[in-house]
């Protein structure tokens, strides 16, 4: 009688190994569904809280406060009142831009302030350092021209020297002084060009006199 074998069980299969500690999850299609969904991007978050805050009130006048001693052309505010109202602007928001404005036409005439001072104060320094008429005879020949100014000059000839600066030019200076100075002198006030081409201003002003001023 034959021997009846007995057939070997199948070996049982090893479980999966569980994955370590450090190990990413695994990317099923249920872990997916759980991730928590990504967040919105900080610009669009910032669109959408825009779009729920109520646009500003723009007004019908827009009444516009200046800092003191700051002055705006009238005619500029009034053309550039409908662009702020095209923009939507309010009152708040309008009164910062002429506030801007402002500030930069404040910085602009102090430039110019300070452009014009060193200028004429500059013409003083060639005047006080020429070899001709400054130096230790300067004080001397200023006198001399304040004599052809207060014989020939006028209200309104001084208000100009004074408000254009040219009171302090080198050049007028040194005019003012040679006329001054043929006056104490006694001489004729001449220029460079030939009297023979032309008649004597003090004649011609003068027709009594012999030429003397």
């Known amino acids: 009688m034959s021997e009846t074998t007995t057939p070997a069980a199948p070996a049982a299969e090893a479980a999966p190994a569980a994955p370590a500690a450090d190990a990413a999850p695994p990317n099923t299609l249920l872990a997916?569904?759980?991730?928590?969904?990504?967040?919105?991007?900080?610009e669009q978050t910032q669109n959408v809280e825009a779009e729920k805050q109520p646009a500003p009130a723009v007004p019908e006048a827009y009444e516009f406060k200046l800092p003191e001693?700051?002055?705006?052309?009238?005619?500029?505010?009034?053309?550039?009142?409908?662009?702020?109202?095209?923009?939507?602007?309010s009152?708040?928001?309008?009164?910062?831009?002429?506030?801007?404005?402002?500030?930069?036409?404040?910085a602009r005439a102090q430039e110019q302030v300070k452009a014009w001072n060193d200028m004429?104060?500059?013409?003083e320094g060639e005047v006080k350092a020429d070899k001709e008429i400054g130096g230790a005879k300067l004080e001397e020949n200023v006198a001399s021209a304040k004599i052809?100014?207060?014989t020939f000059g006028t209200?309104?000839?001084r208000d100009a020297l004074n408000k254009f600066g040219w009171g302090s030019h080198p050049e007028m200076v040194k005019f003012m002084v040679k006329?001054?100075?043929?006056?104490?002198?006694g001489g004729s006030i001449t220029g460079a060009q030939s009297q023979a081409a032309r008649p004597d201003p003090a004649t011609s002003l003068f027709p009594k006199s012999s030429g003397k001023v």
């Open 32 to 42: 997916a569904a759980m991730d928590p969904a990504p967040a919105a991007p900080a």
């Open 69 to 89: 001693g700051v002055a705006l052309d009238q005619a500029t505010l009034d053309a550039a009142t409908p662009v702020f109202k095209d923009l939507g602007l």
């Open 91 to 106: 009152q708040e928001q309008a009164q910062k831009l002429v506030d801007f404005q402002a500030s930069r036409e404040a």
């Open 120 to 123: 004429v104060s500059a013409w």
């Open 148 to 150: 052809a100014l207060d």
């Open 155 to 157: 209200p309104a000839l």
């Open 179 to 185: 006329v001054g100075s043929a006056m104490k002198e």
